[in-house]
């Protein structure tokens, strides 16, 4: 127990002194300038990308230890640059899933790359589960209300695109084994008509843990790297396709309803916020105005009132009636589109 401080408290120290790597530093740039055109807090959303990143690349680490994985630095190489190729045809492919597979198909039919084809696939495999804790952890946040279209009705919905930076420790080397510090990015792009952010993000992780623990443990006993790669590559398609046709196969969660108008999010601090209007409420009639659609409420927004009277329906609680009194503050409301 006490060797495995040792390690936690080495792999932190190691970890720390990436931060003042320039290339850490460009990394955190770019994810602080993505987050800034998706949220309203991109320095929050970044440093919460790190503080988790920092945690996700500790128990990577640990496991790689445990299953005493090596690689030389060129092993790593090869895998970002096909990444990086394959990112350009698809940002889906940016994904170690592909890059892995394909560096390890080629080494096994054409032996070429010479890379460590067992060891990469455990790298794949543990990524992938440390990639479904940090989902279930945090992948949830910074989500972003979407508009889809189902058929012939417009829906309400929620985008995920939550990127980690994972410095991890990796030991390389032929003959003397060293410890050298490297960055992965894990990354989660999701969306979700029929489930609440939270419950989505569990659910997605949980079943991208299931397909890295399968990975390892077909990996780990040696089984057969052909069929380890086969199932890497077609099992994250076969994810992605089952994701899509669930979604669109349920029962969206915010459709328009024939009276009021669906409430998609609600602002911090807002009255709305005050009075306890949330997600997934109907809006029916603020002061005694029916609200069938977003120019209602621009039209009540307008008018310089220190009074309004709520009534909106909510699925736990029926019908609910609130009042609020006070200082004058946006209405604070997020609705899903009527077509007029």
């Known amino acids: 127990m006490y060797g495995l401080y040792q390690i936690v408290y080495f792999t932190i120290m190691d970890i720390f002194r990436t931060f003042k790597s320039p290339f850490f530093i460009l990394v955190v740039l770019l994810i602080y300038c993505q987050y800034r055109n998706s949220t309203k807090m991109p320095l929050i959303a970044t440093l919460y990308a790190i503080l988790y990143g920092v945690l996700g690349g500790i128990i990577a680490t640990v496991i790689f230890l445990y299953l005493q994985v090596y690689l030389i630095p060129i092993d790593f190489?090869?895998?970002?640059?096909?990444?990086?190729?394959?990112?350009l045809i698809d940002t889906r492919f940016m994904c170690f899933a592909y890059g892995g597979s394909?560096?390890?198909?080629?080494?096994?039919?054409?032996?070429?790359?010479?890379?460590?084809?067992?060891?990469?696939?455990?790298?794949?495999?543990?990524?992938?589960?440390?990639?479904?804790?940090?989902?279930?952890?945090?992948?949830?946040?910074?989500?972003?209300?979407?508009?889809?279209?189902?058929?012939?009705?417009?829906?309400?919905?929620?985008?995920?695109?939550?990127?980690?930076?994972?410095?991890?420790?990796?030991?390389?080397?032929?003959?003397?084994?060293?410890?050298?510090?490297?960055?992965?990015?894990?990354?989660?792009?999701?969306?979700?008509?029929?489930?609440?952010?939270?419950?989505?993000?569990?659910k997605s992780g949980i079943i991208l843990f299931l397909y890295g623990l399968i990975l390892l443990i077909i990996t780990r006993f040696r089984i057969n790297l052909y069929l380890t790669t086969i199932i890497a590559l077609a099992g994250h398609e076969f994810l992605i396709y089952i994701n899509k046709c669930r979604e669109k196969?349920?029962?969206?969660?915010?459709?328009?309803?024939?009276?009021?108008?669906?409430?998609?999010?609600?602002?911090?601090?807002?009255?709305?916020?005050?009075?306890?209007?949330?997600?997934?409420?109907?809006?029916?009639?603020?002061?005694?105005v029916t609200i069938n659609n977003d120019r209602d409420l621009r039209d009540i927004e307008v008018v310089n009132l220190d009074t309004y009277k709520f009534r909106y329906f909510n699925i736990k609680k029926g019908i609910i009636n609130r009042t609020y009194k006070g200082k004058r503050k946006t209405l604070g409301i997020i609705t899903l589109p009527r077509v007029l």
């Open 249 to 288: 196969a349920k029962t969206p969660l915010f459709s328009n309803p024939n009276e009021g108008i669906r409430v998609l999010g609600v602002q911090y601090g807002s009255i709305a916020k005050k009075i306890g209007v949330s997600n997934g409420d109907i809006l029916l009639k603020i002061n005694d």
């Open 77 to 87: 190489i090869y895998i970002l640059i096909v990444t990086i190729i394959l990112s």
């Open 102 to 202: 394909i560096v390890v198909l080629s080494n096994l039919i054409f032996g070429y790359p010479k890379v460590d084809s067992h060891d990469l696939m455990l790298l794949v495999a543990v990524l992938h589960m440390v990639e479904a804790f940090l989902i279930i952890l945090n992948g949830n946040h910074q989500r972003e209300i979407s508009y889809f279209s189902l058929g012939y009705n417009d829906v309400g919905g929620y985008k995920f695109n939550r990127i980690w930076p994972i410095p991890l420790v990796l030991f390389i080397g032929d003959t003397i084994i060293k410890p050298i510090t490297i960055l992965a990015l894990l990354s989660y792009r999701d969306f979700t008509i029929s489930n609440y952010p939270r419950n989505k993000a569990i």
